[in-house]
Nanobody, 125 residues
């Protein structure tokens, strides 16, 4: 099972930007679909963004559309989440996920086999 390692979280002010990175430990392992989820305190883990083999189209939760951008670098087996115009409600632990879900399950946590350890993002008002 591939290990996903995230980085890039931190404490920022509202309106700031952050970029999260997630790299698969086995660089020769190709994971078809990569996604980001987040979990706020006391809430369930929710889909944030995802992209499949072709990297187009990208899929986003309505709450982050227009502010967040997901991308991937196949050469380094890394997926990124660029987060702009951050809001306090974006505060959560962000998880990288990898797998091969069918399109209808793209936003479902149970459809992903590989998970990172999570990275905290805190946005102050």
């Amino acid at each position: 099972q591939a290990q996903l390692v995230e980085s890039g979280g931190g404490l920022v002010h509202a309106g700031d930007s952050l970029r999260l990175s997630c790299t698969a430990s086995a660089r020769d392992l190709y994971i078809p679909t990569m996604a980001w989820f987040r979990q706020a305190a006391g809430e369930e883990r929710q889909f944030v963004a995802g992209l499949r083999r072709s990297a187009e189209p990208q899929y986003y939760a309505d709450s982050v559309k227009g502010r967040f951008t997901i991308s991937r670098d196949r050469a380094t087996n890394t997926v990124y989440l660029q987060m702009n115009s951050l809001k306090p409600e974006d505060t959560a632990v962000y998880y990288c996920a990898g797998g091969s879900p069918i399109l209808s399950a793209l936003r479902t946590t149970s459809a992903y086999r590989h998970w990172g350890q999570g990275t905290q993002v805190t946005v102050s008002s």
